[in-house]
């Protein structure tokens, strides 16, 4: 009985979590194409999408008595042929949603060789969020973004490619994927991105470590030293051209954790990374 009991909690977890609704970001269908059809479009689980032809979002608000206007666009990983949107989204926008921060999940649209089409789908959705500020409670001067993995890469290219209307506040880059060079990339992420037959221009606008602004936001970078998935040098070479241009950052390594735990309960250091990302958080108001 117990059993039984068990299993429809987390059948009634798992149905909640799904519930969410999802909305177009563009409600008259993309202005461009990215080569993939609806029928491309695969639920590979509950909560993993491969190979959208459309973006679409998730607004995750906090309750009036705990919102501080602060909003973060959430942008999941999966190698740019999909988007894990629980543990990297879903969990992530109800915490930050429990310490008074809106969440918005953006399921980008995948490139599938145009490599343009994400970064379009982030400016976007800053565009969308700061319009309907005064509607969710935002401070739309408060606005940053955060990613993990591929979407960290995304984030990271958001964090230095931008306009007056979509330059992030901050940003949160977990286990990026950073830069394209050939000794440190993940390769899946960047054929996905730019084609296996890339030149020497892409590789090298694509790496965002190669990219940063005197005027790129202050950025969070949070891996562990043993992901042999995503190599830490990564994130360090991001942090590395932050500290070049005298931009505020922080770094955090942990010993273990490998890669892609997300906001998963089992990550051995989840205490140590939400404190410290709490705390930062508080710190740019």
């Known amino acids: ?11 009634f977890i798992s149905l909640s979590l799904s519930a969410q609704t999802w909305l177009p970001l563009y409600p008259n269908g993309a202005p461009d194409s990215n080569g993939l059809e609806e029928s491309d479009k695969k639920q590979i689980d ?30 999941p990983g999966g190698g740019y042929s999909g988007v894990a949107y629980n543990h990297e989204g879903i969990q992530v926008a109800k915490w930050l949603n429990a310490n008074g921060i809106a969440g918005i999940i953006v399921r980008y649209r995948m490139p599938n060789g145009h490599y343009e089409i994400p970064l379009e789908d982030v400016h976007a959705a800053f565009r969308l969020v700061r319009q309907n500020a005064a509607k969710w409670g935002i401070d739309p001067n408060n606005l940053g ?19 007056d209307e979509t330059r992030p506040d901050f940003a949160v880059l977990i286990y990026p994927v950073i830069s394209f060079q050939e000794k440190i ?50 994130g360090v070479a991001f942090y590395s051209a932050l500290k070049e241009k005298d931009i505020p950052g922080e770094l955090h390594i942990y010993p273990t954790g490998g890669h892609g735990w997300g906001w998963n309960e089992d990550f051995i250091y989840k205490d140590e ?13």
């Open 1 to 11: 009985m117990k059993t039984f009991i068990t299993s429809l909690f987390m059948l």
């Open 46 to 75: 509950d909560f993993r999408l491969d190979w959208a032809s459309e973006a679409d979002y998730a607004v995750y608000l906090p309750e009036k008595s705990k919102a501080t206007g602060q909003a973060i666009i959430i942008l």
């Open 145 to 163: 973004v955060m990613g993990f993995s591929a979407g960290g890469h995304l984030a990271s290219t958001a964090d230095v490619y931008f306009d």
């Open 185 to 234: 990339t993940h390769h899946g992420s960047r054929n996905n991105l730019i084609g296996p037959e890339y030149n020497a221009e892409l590789v090298d606008r694509y790496s965002t470590e190669l990219n940063v602004k005197d005027n790129t936001p202050p950025t969070f970078i949070a891996l562990s030293d043993d992901d042999k998935v995503v190599v830490p040098a990564n």
């Open 273 to 285: 990374v939400r404190t410290s990302l709490l705390r930062w958080l508080k710190s740019l108001k």
